[in-house]
């Protein structure tokens, strides 16, 4: 069995930081890509940010400059620093990890989703 715990969002306001993590932990023989998505009610979840094991990122254009996703290997952590943060980056966001178990193949599996909310 496999868990996701996020942590990091909340209240900030327009211009200000905020640092999103995601820990993965239980049955995991190795971990591939891992991803940020966002998700504004009534909207498709959409992509903020991957990153491959190795390290390669991209980014969704609404947040490059502004975003930078990382990761740990070792803690099974990925990250993601919001940096000038606007009303209109407020959302849910949800870590996106690929995941093998050791069993069949990579498997997607999802975060809880934390609440980013940015004040005008």
């Known amino acids: 069995q496999v868990h996701l715990v996020e942590s990091g969002g909340g209240l900030v306001q327009a211009g200000g930081s905020l640092r999103l993590s995601c820990e993965a932990s239980g049955n995991i023989f190795s971990i591939d890509d891992m991803a940020w998505y966002y998700q504004v009610p009534g909207k498709q979840r959409e992509l903020v940010a991957a990153?491959?094991?190795?390290?390669?990122?991209n980014y969704a254009g609404s947040v490059k400059g502004r975003f930078t996703i990382s990761r740990d290997n070792a803690k099974n952590t990925v990250y993601l620093q919001m940096t000038s943060l606007k009303p209109e980056d407020t959302a849910v966001f949800y870590c996106?990890?690929?995941?093998?178990?050791?069993?069949?193949?990579?498997?997607?599996?999802w975060g809880q989703g934390t609440q980013v909310t940015v004040s005008s």
């Open positions: 990153i491959t094991r190795s390290g390669r990122t």
């Open positions: 996106n990890v690929q995941i093998f178990t050791g069993i069949m193949a990579y498997q997607t599996y």
